[in-house]
């Protein structure tokens, strides 16, 4: 069993940055799918983005599209969020993920998933 750990989290103005960590310990991280969603209170929790194994596919959201960026560095056993030009309805609390699944076509639901960290507030104001 993996286990996970968010930081980076925050208070931000709109339109600034941020940049969430998503730190692995426990069995080989590489060998899973990582995923990012948020939520915000009183919605359902979002599909945000995913990363697949080696870094080479990844996969966003909608509403983060052109805006937020994935990354891992399995050497750091780390997956990132890069956001930027953020909003106020990206508020949010954000929860990495880890899946074993090598479907594709699963990445953005949060069934796949079957690992989860605690989360890290991201709070953005207009």
């Known amino acids: 069993q993996v286990q996970l750990v968010e930081s980076g989290g925050g208070l931000v103005q709109a339109g600034g940055p941020l940049r969430l960590s998503c730190v692995a310990s426990g069995r080989i991280f590489s060998y899973y799918v990582v995923g990012w969603f948020r939520q915000a209170p009183g919605k359902e929790r979002e599909f945000v983005a995913a990363?697949?194994?080696?870094?080479?596919?990844?996969y966003y959201g909608d509403s983060v599209k052109g805006r937020f960026t994935i990354s891992r560095d399995n050497a750091k056993n780390t997956v990132y969020l890069q956001m930027l030009s953020l909003r106020p309805e990206d508020t949010a609390v954000y929860y990495c993920?880890?899946?074993?699944?090598?479907?594709?076509?699963?990445?953005?639901?949060?069934?796949?998933?079957?690992?989860w960290g605690q989360g890290t507030q991201v709070t953005v104001s207009s």
């Open positions: 990363i697949n194994r080696s870094g080479a596919g990844t």
């Open positions: 993920a880890t899946s074993p699944s090598s479907n594709v076509g699963t990445y953005t639901s949060r069934a796949a998933y079957t690992t």
